[in-house]
């Protein structure tokens, strides 16, 4: 069989779990030929590995690429960090379905991505198709959000689907699953998921289980509430008779400490046959605006409408009780600011007080013998709304367990961005995006051994994979798709992440690709090759191929 790219003298991490050998590994036709000692085989391409560890291309289970991959298909971030397929339309988010009267709504959900895309479709299968029409470097796999669902049918608001809805949103999910999606996504911190009680859930969650999908969840809580908010998890997965994976599942602040009670939950589902399992990403701080923290209605009409909010006393007043009372889920770094912990809430991009980057808000306050609450607030009034921090909200001891357990596998919760062009200019904090599997392989594989190697790389590929259904790619194999990355084991590096305690200030951070990838192949062809993206656009948009099989009622 003639061969066009063989990778020679590596070191070969193949998903299983298994330790390194030495192989060959020899591509024809976009698949993994042949595997073992090629000795002069001829190919037209001839890769040196020497040294180098040969893994399957990194699964990301759990990615909001959802729209970055049709502003930028070269999906800059997540292929530079060895990722070979993505799973986008997560937290209940997705771009499709959409209906025509309700677009608008959609888009605020997603936010300044929504402006640099042109909105072409209105089905699942259209979006998927528009993406394939377009290219994309990686593979893309994609669920249907919950979210999207409801804003097509009910809007946005705080209700329960009338039947005809519920019947209409029915009909949605099993359409999209019909044209490929992996399964359905809920996001119930999120509006407007945050208003679906569970058993519109549970209906949603059969029809995609008719179709053999599974279902993903951002739960309706992650700090004070996160048992109750897996036990809810837990019991549609059961009711709907589908396999569970829970979003990013690790506690943050405000549930530090619970992870023991729940993976007692994980095997109790597990022993009564429920397929749960979870992701979740290494890092445990974001960097998102300010403005975020405040509640959904005080966030609404912009930064001058915030600014009005924030400077009428009663207002003000009004914003902080309800942060801090126990009625707003509000997402997982909103517990900090809930529980006072200023300390570990840090000014990050400012215009206005730039001397002030890098200090937290307890400094701030006491620099200005203020209130912590009204420091943030008048910092946020004094740069017109537009200022962002840095929320340190989840305890390593955490990210470590959570990391370690059976059930767990990697993904980067970021979405594919890039330091040039539209997307470079949505200014931020990005280590997911950038840095998450070389962080995670620098850091918790050769800095502190928390895994090893072939546990961790499993972890990235093979799982995933099994999670998914491809059960023809997250391995190195004869026969799979040829998505491979090639690394150096001892010098691979994030380069966008800043441990805490932080180093201010982070200019350097954002937007940095890692270190240490040599190649990148997707389907056979080099996406990467020594640090330079090849502009190739091998990516295949794939389909669930679901078996059908409705549930038994
Ligand atoms: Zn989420």
Request: aromatic share 8%.
């Amino acid at each position: 069989m003639a061969l066009e790219t063989i990778i020679k003298n590596g070191l070969v991490v193949n998903g299983t779990g298994n330790p390194w050998f030495k192989a060959d590994v020899g591509i024809s036709e976009g698949k993994i030929a042949r595997v073992g000692r090629l000795g002069d085989v001829k190919a037209d391409k001839i890769i040196d590995a020497k040294g180098l560890v040969v893994s399957p291309g990194f699964i990301d289970i759990h990615t909001h690429s959802d729209l970055s991959l049709l502003i930028n298909p070269r999906a800059e971030s997540k292929i530079r960090q060895g990722v070979t397929t993505e799973v986008v339309g997560n937290c209940g988010t997705s771009p499709a379905p959409v209906k025509n009267e309700n677009l608008e709504l959609l888009k605020d959900e997603w936010g300044d991505e929504a402006k640099a895309v042109k909105w072409n479709w209105s089905s699942f299968g259209d979006y998927l198709h528009r993406m394939e029409e377009q290219g994309v470097s990686l593979n893309v796999a994609a669920l249907v959000g919950h979210g999207a669902v409801r804003t097509a049918v009910v809007g946005v608001e705080d209700r329960a689907p009338t039947s005809k809805e519920l019947a209409e949103m029915k009909a949605l999910v099993a359409q999209s699953m019909e044209e490929g999606a992996f399964g359905l996504s809920t996001g119930l911190v999120y509006l407007p998921g945050c208003f679906a009680k569970t058993p519109e859930l549970i209906e949603l969650s059969k029809v995609a289980a008719s179709y053999g999908g599974f279902y993903a969840s951002h739960t309706r809580g992650e700090r004070e509430t996160i048992i109750t908010a897996l036990k809810e998890a837990i019991e549609i997965g059961e009711k709907a008779r589908i396999p569970i994976q829970v979003s990013h599942n690790c506690p943050k602040y405000g549930g530090h400490g619970r992870f023991k009670e729940m993976s007692r939950l994980y095997e109790a589902a597990r022993k009564r046959g429920i397929e749960l399992t979870i992701d979740n990403d290494a890092h445990t701080d974001l960097g998102p605006h300010l403005s975020s923290i405040l509640p959904q209605w005080a966030q609404a009409g912009g930064p001058k409408k915030v600014i009005e909010r924030l400077k009428d006393p009663d207002t003000r007043e009004k914003i902080k009780s309800e942060i801090v009372s126990d009625k707003l889920p509000g997402p997982g770094y909103c517990g900090l600011v809930k529980h006072g912990r200023w300390d570990r809430v840090f000014l990050f991009q400012a215009k206005m007080n730039k001397q002030l980057i890098g200090k937290s808000f307890e400094q701030i306050a006491k620099m200005r013998g203020a209130d912590p609450f009204d420091a943030y607030f008048d910092v946020l009034i004094e740069e017109k709304g537009e200022a962002s921090g840095i929320f340190n909200y989840i305890d390593d001891v955490d990210i470590r367990a959570v990391m370690k357990h059976h059930l767990m596998m990697f993904c980067s919760d970021g979405s594919a961005v890039a330091p040039y062009g539209v997307l470079g200019k949505i200014s931020g904090y990005y280590p997911c995006s950038y840095g998450e599997y070389p962080y995670i392989l620098e850091r918790f594989v050769r800095e502190e051994k928390v895994l090893t190697l072939q546990e961790a790389i499993r972890k990235m590929t093979s799982f995933p994979a099994q999670k998914l259904g491809l059960l023809d790619r997250g391995l190195v194999k004869e026969g799979m798709w040829a998505d491979i990355t090639v690394f150096n084991p001892d010098k691979i590096k994030d380069r966008a992440t800043c441990r805490f305690p932080y180093k201010f200030p982070l200019v350097n951070y954002p937007h940095k690709y890692p270190e240490g990838i040599a190649y990148v192949l997707v389907n056979g062809e080099i996406v990467v090759e020594k640090d330079k993206h090849t502009g190739a656009l091998p990516g295949k948009v794939l389909r669930h191929h679901h078996r059908h099989e409705k549930a038994s009622e």
